[in-house]
């Protein structure tokens, strides 16, 4: 971890001081853009759980540590589309990491939250409180004041060819 | 049991995502049309600490999948959630983030929003 830290210094340090002017050079450029590629995270994930959950309750065994258990998880249609969703979230998030901060990712991307209730609710008929509101208010308040920030500390360096 | 994988979850999950960032920030803005996402998974094969993040989010994700089975999601999913914590002081003190008290009050506004929806 120090080693990272140390090197991390390093390539901040080797980082250009400012962006390029124009908006057409890279995709990071564009905060609007940025909350595009979030907003995609965010359904990827809801939408690749959902599935991803549905299906596991639907199997009615439970998996312990038997990976044989998990390899027939993965053979059911409801379970695979859940998976194939979450690679798809998971390459879009590395590229939205890409883009923004972590600590400006993360909160953002807490917007998934609120979606993943609504869908248990809907889907999976899991119990839900009028609490809900009140913590789905505090998501996106809390979502909407980082969105207010810059989205990166430092500007990242050319894309390699 | 319960709270077994539950950790799992938040050390992996915390682990991945800092390393993640780590790789991602050095790399370059990437696109994400078809061969950008294709571009993606060969970068992401070539780097050791990418490799090591995703097997970081197979863990977690495998811990998850045993957990849903014998928690509710409106469990999991709030209580996974701490590993934000976590993860804001790692982009603040060791990724060198601009943390200031805007996105500190947000990731925590968040974070109580995240415990909320779990009752």
């Known amino acids: ?161 | 049991m319960k709270w077994a994988l539950l950790a799992i979850i938040v050390v992996s999950t915390v682990l991945a995502d800092f390393l993640q960032s780590y790789e991602m920030k050095r790399s370059g803005e990437q696109s994400v049309g078809a061969r950008g996402l294709v571009r993606l998974l060969r970068l992401t094969l070539s780097r050791r600490y990418l490799i090591f993040a995703i097997a970081c989010m197979a863990l977690s994700f495998f811990a998850f999948m045993a957990l849903i089975q014998i928690a509710p999601l409106s469990f999991a999913v709030p209580a996974s959630a701490v590993s934000l914590v976590f993860e804001t002081l790692l982009a603040k003190f060791v990724l060198n983030e601009a943390v200031g008290k805007r996105r500190t009050a947000g990731a925590l506004l968040v974070l109580s929003g995240v415990v909320l929806l779990a009752r």
């Open chain 1, 1 to 161: 971890m120090t080693d990272l830290a140390e090197e991390t210094g390093v390539v901040c340090v080797a980082a250009p001081p400012e962006e390029p002017a124009t908006g057409s050079t890279g995709p990071g450029t564009s905060k609007l853009k940025t909350f595009l590629l979030a907003f995609a995270v965010i359904l990827f994930n809801a939408v690749g759980n959902l599935c991803l959950a549905w299906g596991m309750k639907h199997l009615g065994e439970l998996m312990g540590w038997n990976p044989l258990g998990y390899i027939r998880a993965i053979l059911n249609p409801s379970v695979a589309a859940g998976v194939a969703l979450l690679i798809l979230w998971l390459l879009t998030r590395m590229a939205l990491m890409s883009w923004a901060d972590l600590s400006f990712s993360l909160p953002v991307t807490g917007v998934g939250y609120v979606l993943a209730a609504v869908l248990g609710k809907l889907f999976l008929n899991e119990a839900v409180s009028p609490k809900h509101w009140v913590g789905t208010l505090l998501i996106f308040a809390g979502a909407a004041i980082v969105g207010t920030t810059t989205h990166q500390t430092e500007p990242r360096p050319e894309l390699e060819r």
